[in-house]
């Protein structure tokens, strides 16, 4: 289907004849004031989603930190009870040296467990702090442009 041109209309053009150059600048105006806010908020949200990265690459590099010394304490725990156990004067002594250990091994694992989900918990407010932000000033700034 053809676009059809809608014909100039005689209002139209003295519409615009009749605006004069206050009206015009007045127009220019805001729009350069809106281009120049939306850029602003661009730049912000970049700063903010750079700023919640950050956040995240350091949470993940702590976690990672934390999780590797707390697997080699458990390793090197585990090598030293099992050596225990082989120099134990009976099977019983042996089993209860193991059972003692795991019983040590479950609580440490729930302790680092929930230590964990602080840290992720810890981690995620930070992260979002910045973006929470930038859209609270991003609603604002909206809110502003509004008639």
Known sequence: MAATKKPVNGNDFDAFAAMNPEVMKEGYDRVAKGVSA???IQKGSLEALMASAGAC???VEKAA???TAFIKETYDEGAAIAKEASTAGSVQEAI??????AREVFEKNISFASKLADHWTSVAKEASDP???QYGEF???VQSFRP
Do not use: T
């Open 131 to 133: 973006l929470s932000k």
């Open 65 to 67: 930190s934390e999780q």
């Open 38 to 40: 939306l850029a602003e």
């Open 96 to 101: 209860e040296i193991q059972s003692e250990f």
């Open 57 to 59: 690459a350091k949470g």
């Open 139 to 141: 609603v604002e700034a």
